[in-house]
């Protein structure tokens, strides 16, 4: 049952909060919870040296396997973010900003956050403006650091900086004293560990090679219930001091320093970035009934921002669904979380076996199709202005508060894509530039299933907004509520206003909004789109 015929309508002014904590008891709940998965004071720690972590996607402390080998492996550990340009340039083929003001303002909350708490374990993080492969091995080659951890990544533009990154530290020449299994007299490199950690299932445990991964999802997800267990949460020392002495820590930046201006979200959600933020959302007992929603902070987990950052595990979410269930229940609103996880998972190794066929206009299985790329349209669907309310109400929730449901994401692609014809990338890159939640696993791997060009062909669907809309809005409410002019109509006619709103800009591939009850879904596309996080490329094609 879908949250928006069951819930009282908002104010239209309404601005939640997620989660919906005040910051003391924010602190209180992430500070109780970080304690839970600590490690004992008695944690060996056998290094020497300096070992740097340096933080990408992964902001945050609870199980991070960088940030606790960075700590065994040294005497001191430097924690360093680099704020690349590259992020905040011009996607790939239409020139949309790659992050938007939105994305932008949760990064920086991520960042604060994470600052703080490694402070509060004896660490600081370094904040340098620029290309890690130039700012990282300079800091090795100053601090004397024998490795720099990292988190393994999968896509092309990332794989670039993490090759990038390798062959700088190999031109920096460091003592033998600075280098743990290094021979007297010699002369070693800082070396690249890079560890895999953005899963819920660890890559070395999955039944297949990546390049064998199923094409569809169903027959992946079964086998990996059946054949893979998750791994435990890595704990970390309650004290990861000391770092080394470092003369300008570097502040947390700011909007303007990447060229944005603030973007206030005046209603729908606001969502506080960072990892304390992250642990203060508990929605695991009724997510499954309201997983398809729209309307209101409460329909769905809303774990995807902070899980696309880092700033969230997958595998804590895995553990803390395991204990909700030993302590309460099990039902099925803690399986869908996890079913929803694995949907994240296949995306990310998806990623890895189709490489850049994720972002070519064929797809992974190099479809031929012919592909308006007219720009009034694609801005009529991108502003929010194509006659179609529950089309409408979606994008504008989008452009203001950087989400939109599971459900509403299905539909403005397959508007787009099988109703308007418009090139599905358009759509894509859109989205890259405004969600909170991107990373270019799920979202181009999404946005491929949508448009029947992704690698199961069995995922080429459409959906019938009249069918859509009597399911999950009946009432209006959620249209109503981001399109104020409908709130005056009766609740039926909210979503098939006809003369009363905007002329429709194109019509619809199956049927129209007076024949509802004719329109049938051509099924239901993939799933997994609310948890799929997202972030930059440059060269991936």
């Known amino acids: 049952m879908s949250s928006s015929s069951s819930s009282k309508p908002e104010s239209p002014a309404a601005v939640s909060q997620v989660p919906g904590l005040d910051p003391v008891e924010m602190e209180r709940v992430a500070d109780q919870t970080l304690q839970r998965y600590s490690v004992s004071s008695s944690a060996k720690r056998n290094g020497r040296g300096v070992a740097v972590v340096w933080f990408r996607n992964d902001l945050r402390l609870l199980d991070n396997e960088a940030l606790y080998k960075a700590w065994v492996s040294s005497q001191e550990v430097l924690a360093v973010y680099c704020v690349d340009p590259r992020i905040f340039g011009s996607t790939h083929y239409f020139g949309f900003p790659k992050t938007g003001a939105l994305r932008a303002q949760f990064l920086i909350e991520c960042l604060a956050d994470l600052k703080k708490n490694l402070m509060k374990r004896g660490l600081n993080l370094l904040i340098q403006h620029g290309k890690p492969e130039e700012i990282l091995p300079d800091l090795a080659k100053a601090f004397g650091a024998h490795t720099v951890y990292a988190q393994k990544e999968t896509c092309s533009e990332e794989l670039n900086v993490e090759r990038l990154v390798s062959k700088g530290l190999q031109r920096v020449a460091l003592p033998s004293s600075s280098v743990q299994s290094s021979k007297p007299g010699s002369v070693n490199n800082p070396k690249l560990q890079l560890i895999w950690g953005t899963t819920m299932y660890h890559i070395d445990d999955l039944p297949f090679d990546t390049s064998s991964l199923p094409d569809v999802y169903t027959q992946f997800r079964k086998s990996v219930e059946a054949k893979c267990t998750v791994r435990g949460c890595i704990k970390i020392p309650a004290s990861l001091g000391p770092p080394p002495s470092v003369e300008d820590w570097g502040c947390v930046p700011s909007l303007d320093q990447f060229g944005l201006q603030s973007s206030i979200v005046s209603k729908g959600m606001k969502f506080v970035g960072g990892e304390s933020a992250a642990l203060g959302r508990d929605l695991v007992k009724i997510y499954k009934h309201t997983r398809n929603g729209m309307l209101g902070p409460d329909y769905s987990t809303k774990f995807s921002p902070w899980l696309a950052s880092g700033s969230l595990s997958p595998r804590f979410i895995y553990e803390e669904v395991k204990r909700y269930e030993k302590e309460r229940e099990a039902n099925d609103s803690t399986y869908w979380v996890l079913f929803e996880l694995i949907w994240r998972d296949y995306f990310r190794f998806l990623s890895a076996k189709c490489g850049n066929s994720l972002f070519h206009l064929g797809g992974p ?66 989205f890259e530039t405004c969600l909170l939640d991107y990373d270019p696993c799920s979202n181009y791997g999404n946005w491929t299933y949508g448009a029947g060009v992704g690698n199961d062909p069995r995922e080429d669907r459409y959906f019938s907004i009249p069918k859509q809309a009597q399911n999950y809005d009946p009432d209006g409410e959620y249209v109503a509520y981001w399109l104020p002019q409908l709130r005056s109509l009766p609740k039926d006619r909210r979503n098939f206003p006809g003369m009363a709103y905007i002329k429709p800009v194109v019509p619809l591939k199956f049927g129209n909004a007076g024949s509802r009850h004719q329109n049938q879904d051509r099924g239901s596309a993939a799933g997994g789109a609310n948890f799929g996080g997202r972030q930059p490329r440059g060269q991936r094609r």
């Open 365 to 430: 299985r190099k479809v031929e199709h012919r592909w308006s790329q007219e720009k009034t349209l694609f801005e009529s669907w991108r502003d929010g202005h194509t006659g179609y309310p529950l089309i409408d109400a979606n994008m504008k929730e989008l452009s203001t508060t950087g989400f939109m449901s599971n459900r509403g994401r299905q539909i403005v692609c397959s508007f787009l894509v099988r109703d308007m014809g418009i090139d599905w990338r358009m759509g894509a890159e859109w």
